[in-house]
C-alpha cells in the first residue's frame, strides 16, 4: 500500500484510539494520578503528530467560514495560553509540584483538543464520535455499577468516605454521576437522531437505563442538574418531534430503573449481609435487563410511526434554555448557601438528594479569600490547598475548590479566568456555527453544556477521563468537515 493510500486508514485508526481513550484512562483511577496523566499526555501528543502527518492528504475541504476560524484561534488558543499561564505559574506557585501538576492536565487536554479538531473532521469518522463515547461512558458505570448486581462474584475497592456510593473505577462518586449525565445526553441525542440507523438509536435508549441507575447511585446533586441542563440543550438544538420522545423514552428508562433499585440498600449503598445483597441485586438485574428491553423496543415502535417532523420552539429558544439553566445554578447555589458548617455529615444514600448541605461553599468562600490576595495572576496553581489549609473553618482534608470558575480564578488569577473564558466562548461560537451551517451535532452540544453546567460545582476539571469526554466533543464540534456531506435542514443556533 502507497504512502498516499495509507495515510487515511492512519488518520482513522488515530481517530479511534482518540475516542476510546477516555475509557481505557477511565480504568487507571480517571486519570487521576501522575503515571495516567503522563502516559496520557504521550499518548495525546503522539495523535497531534499523526494528525500533522496524515493532514496533507485530507486537506482538500473547503475553506472555513470567519465565525469557525475565530471559534478556532479563541478555544485552541485560549487553551494553549491558559496551559503557558499555568506552567508559569510554577514559579510564584506555593508548592512548585503541585502546579506542576496542573500544568500536566493543561497539556494533555491541549494536545487531545487539537487531536480531535485534526482528525474527527473527517467523514467517516464523524458518525462514530457520539456512539464511541457514549458506549464508554456505558462501559465505566456498568462496571461500577456489576459488583451491586452480582456481589457474590464481583468485589471493588471501596473507600470510607464514599458510604456506599458508586465510585469505581474513577474512585470518585461525584465525578462518576457526571460521566453517567454526559453518556446518559449523548445517548439521548443518539436515540433521538433519525439519521441514524435503527440499531443504533434502540441500543442507545436501553442504554439509558444503566446510566440513569447509574447516576442515581452517584447521589450527585450536581450530577443530576447537569444531566437535566443537557436534556434541556438537546432538546432546544436538536426542536424535532423525534429527539422529544427519544428523551423522554430515555427519561423513563432511568427512572423505572432508579425506581425499582431504591429500596433495595445492598445496590444503593452496599448495605447488608452478602446473601441479601445477592438478592436484591438479582431482582435488579432482571428488571434492568427487562426495562433496557422495553426501552429499545418503545424506541424502535415511535421510530416507526412518527416521521421526524421539526418541534416549534420559537426564536428565543435557546436564550430562554440559557436562562433556565442559569437560574437553576443560581437558585442552587443561593439556596445551598443558607446552609451552615459544622453540620453532621451526610450520609451515603438518597437523603443527599433531598438536601442543599454542602462544604463547597467553605471551598468557595477560601477560594474569594485567595483571589483577593492575588488578583492578578493568582496564588498559583495548586497553591488554593495550601490557603484551605490556612483558611479553612471545617475540619476536613481538601485539595480542590470544587469548581473550575473559582478555583481558576483563585490560583490564576483574572488572566487565567479571562484565558479560561476564551476557550469557552470559542467553542460556543464553535457549536453555534456548526448548529447554523446544518451540521448535526445536537448531541455533543448538549454534553459539552452538561459538562459547564457541572463545572461550577466540582472539580472535574482534575478528573481527566471525564473532562476529556467534553474535549474531544468540543473538538468535534470545532472540526471542519472535510468529507462529510452537509444536511439541507438547517436549524437556528
Given at each position: ?23 481505557v ?30 493532514l496533507p ?20 488558543g ?5 496551559t ?7 514559579t ?12 500536566q492536565i ?8 487539537i487531536a ?27 462496571y ?21 456510593r ?8 461525584n ?10 445526553v ?83 449503598s ?5 446473601s ?9 438485574l ?34 430562554g ?41 467553605d471551598?468557595?468562600d ?13 496564588v ?5 490547598s ?59 452540544l ?10 461550577p ?26 468529507t ?10
Open positions: 500500500m502507497s504512502g498516499e493510500r495509507l495515510r487515511p486508514t492512519v488518520a482513522i485508526v488515530a481517530a479511534g484510539v482518540l475516542l476510546v481513550g477516555p475509557t484512562l477511565a480504568f487507571f483511577s480517571g486519570g487521576y494520578f501522575a503515571p495516567a496523566r503522563a502516559g496520557a499526555g504521550i499518548g495525546a501528543w503522539a495523535l497531534v503528530a499523526v494528525a500533522a502527518l496524515t492528504s485530507r486537506s482538500a475541504g473547503s475553506a472555513m467560514s470567519p465565525p469557525r476560524r475565530l471559534a478556532l484561534w479563541l478555544s485552541v485560549g487553551m494553549a495560553a491558559l503557558a499561564w499555568t506552567a508559569l505559574s510554577i510564584w506557585a506555593p508548592i512548585a509540584g503541585d502546579a506542576y501538576a496542573q500544568a493543561a497539556v494533555v487536554y491541549l494536545g487531545v483538543l480531535a479538531v485534526l482528525l474527527l473532521g473527517d467523514g467517516r469518522v464523524a458518525p462514530w464520535v457520539e456512539p464511541v463515547l457514549a458506549a464508554g461512558a456505558v462501559i465505566v458505570i456498568s461500577g455499577l456489576s459488583e451491586r448486581l452480582v456481589p457474590g462474584v464481583l468485589h471493588f475497592a471501596r473507600s470510607v468516605s464514599a458510604e456506599g458508586l465510585q469505581q473505577p474513577l474512585t470518585y462518586w465525578a462518576m454521576g457526571e460521566l453517567a449525565a454526559l453518556g446518559f449523548l445517548c439521548a441525542g443518539i436515540a433521538g437522531a433519525a439519521r441514524r440507523s435503527a440499531w443504533q438509536r434502540m441500543a442507545a435508549a436501553a442504554a439509558c437505563a444503566p446510566l440513569g441507575l447509574g447516576l442515581y447511585v452517584s447521589f450527585s446533586r450536581g450530577a443530576l442538574f447537569a444531566c437535566l441542563a443537557g436534556l434541556v440543550a438537546l432538546i432546544v438544538a436538536a426542536r424535532s418531534w423525534a429527539q422529544l420522545q427519544a428523551a423522554v423514552v430515555a427519561v423513563s428508562a432511568g427512572v423505572v430503573a432508579t425506581v425499582v433499585a431504591a429500596p433495595s440498600s445492598g445496590v444503593t452496599l448495605a447488608g449481609s452478602l441479601t445483597r445477592e438478592r436484591e441485586g438479582a431482582i435488579t432482571v428488571v434492568l435487563v427487562v426495562v433496557m428491553i422495553a426501552a429499545a423496543v418503545a424506541q424502535r415502535i415511535l421510530a416507526a410511526r412518527a416521521a421526524d417532523r421539526p418541534l416549534a420552539l420559537g426564536r428565543h429558544a435557546p436564550l434554555a440559557t436562562v433556565l439553566v442559569c437560574l437553576g445554578l443560581a437558585v442552587a447555589i443561593i439556596a445551598g448557601a443558607k446552609e451552615t458548617s459544622g453540620q453532621p455529615a451526610l450520609s451515603g444514600g438518597a437523603t443527599r438528594l433531598v438536601t442543599l448541605q454542602s462544604n463547597r461553599y471551598y468557595w477560601v477560594a474569594l479569600r485567595a483571589f483577593a490576595t492575588s488578583p492578578l495572576h493568582g498559583g496553581a495548586g497553591g488554593w495550601v490557603y484551605w489549609l490556612r483558611w479553612r473553618s471545617v475540619n476536613e482534608f481538601a485539595q480542590n475548590a470544587h469548581s473550575l470558575e473559582l478555583e481558576t480564578l483563585a490560583e490564576l488569577g483574572i488572566v487565567g479566568a479571562a484565558l479560561l473564558l476564551a476557550c469557552f466562548a470559542g467553542i460556543g461560537l464553535g457549536a453555534r456555527d456548526a448548529l447554523a451551517s446544518g451540521r448535526a451535532v445536537a448531541g455533543p448538549a454534553a459539552l453544556v452538561a459538562y459547564v453546567a457541572h463545572s460545582l466540582d472539580w472535574d476539571w482534575q478528573m481527566p477521563a471525564v473532562t476529556l469526554v467534553a474535549v474531544v466533543l468540543a473538538g468535534y464540534v470545532l472540526a471542519p468537515q472535510l462529510a456531506p452537509r444536511r439541507s435542514a438547517a436549524p437556528r443556533a
